[in-house]
Structure formats: C-alpha cells, structure tokens
C-alpha cells in the first residue's frame, strides 16, 4: 500500500515537462480548436534537419522526415513548460517553444527539449520516467523524462539519448553510465 501511495505520488507530481510539481503534460490535445501556425520558424531549421538525419539513421529509415508538424515561438499556456506539442481534433499538430528560454540556453539544452517534443509529436511517445542509479548520481534513461535532460547531461550522452528516443532500446545509455 505504501508502495501504491508513492507511485501515485511519483505520477503526479513528476508528469511535466520541465520542472517537478506541476500536474499537466506538455502532450496537450486541444478541441473545437485549429492550429496557430502553418509553417516552421526558421530559427528551428537546423534541429529539424538534424532530427531528420539521426532519425534516419537510428531507424533505418532513409526517408524519415517530421513532416507536417509546424515549430514555433509562442504562448506554451503553461509558464512551467518551456515547449509544448499540441495535438488538435482534426488531426494536426504543432510545437510551440517559449522563445525567452530559448534565447536564455545553448544549443544542447534546445536540442534536448525540441527533440522531446518531436517525440511526443512525431514519434508518439509519452513521457518515460525511469531513473537508474549509477556511481554519479541517478541518470535519466530516457529523453521522455518529464523533466527533460540538462544540457550537461545531453551533451555527456548525447548520442545514446538519441538512440533510446528513436528505438527505445536502453542499452547504449546502460553502457555510457557502465551498467
Ligand atoms: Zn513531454
């Protein structure tokens, strides 16, 4: 029962993007609503670029693209969710990024958020909140952590973060914290 309780716990209280303690996900479906944007800004082009070619490679899949999933600078309707992946009834999509973080972090910190929104927008995943403890501390096994993965973190294992995020299979991040 304990067990139970803190599980509960857990869910509730880690289930954001960003930051602890706030009970939304940033994997948002809107109704009786159209999406803001029909295009992506080009501040984003780089990211989408290289999503594309790890995507291709991680997959397999030459032709992977992100397709029809607009990236822009907006309101996130969550000041604790620095992006955000709305999903709309008429089946599209898009990502909205506060643009005052965005300037405020450097290139890791971009990619790890935008790229954790493409999973949830792309890729359909969900949030993934599994911890592992290593001698440096618990790691994040997964880019699907609610909280998403520092820039430090990222940049230390970048590409096994990216591997779990297009397959979902661990073992390189086991391997990169020597487990
Ligand atoms: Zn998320």
Same mark, same amino acid.
């Given at each position: 029962? /304990? ?11 880690? +289930? ?13 479906? !809107? !109704?009786?609503?159209?999406?803001? %944007? ?17 995507? @291709?490679? /991680?997959?397999? +899949?030459? #032709? ?15 000041? *604790? ?6 999903? %709309?009834?008429?089946?599209? /999509? ?6 005052? &973080? &965005? #300037?405020?972090? #450097? ?8 790229? *954790?929104?493409?999973? *949830? ?5 969900? *949030? #993934? +909140?599994?911890?592992? @403890?290593? +001698?440096?501390?618990? !790691? /994040?096994?997964?880019?699907m952590s609610a909280v998403i993965v520092n820039s430090n973190e990222y940049n230390a294992n970048r590409d096994a973060y990216l591997t779990e995020l297009f397959t979902q299979n661990v073992n390189s991040l086991l391997s990169a914290f020597s487990l």
């Amino acid at each position: 029962m /304990k067990q139970l309780f803190l599980l509960i716990f857990t869910i509730l209280f880690v +289930n954001a993007c960003g930051v602890p303690l706030s009970l939304r996900k940033d994997r948002v479906s !809107k !109704k009786d609503e159209s999406r803001q %944007y029909a295009t992506t800004d080009s501040a984003f082009a780089t990211y989408v670029a290289t999503f594309e070619q790890q995507g @291709a490679q /991680k997959t397999g +899949n030459p #032709d992977f693209k992100v397709g029809d999933i607009p990236i822009n600078f907006g309101d996130t309707e969550n000041p *604790h969710f620095q992006g955000v992946c709305f999903e %709309y009834s008429d089946g599209t /999509k898009e990502i909205i990024v506060q643009k005052a &973080w &965005w #300037d405020s972090v #450097d290139q890791n910190y971009r990619e790890s958020l935008l790229f *954790h929104e493409l999973g *949830h927008c792309r890729l359909g995943r969900e *949030h #993934d +909140n599994t911890l592992v @403890a290593t +001698n440096d501390g618990d !790691k /994040k096994l997964s880019m699907m952590s609610a909280v998403i993965v520092n820039s430090n973190e990222y940049n230390a294992n970048r590409d096994a973060y990216l591997t779990e995020l297009f397959t979902q299979n661990v073992n390189s991040l086991l391997s990169a914290f020597s487990l």
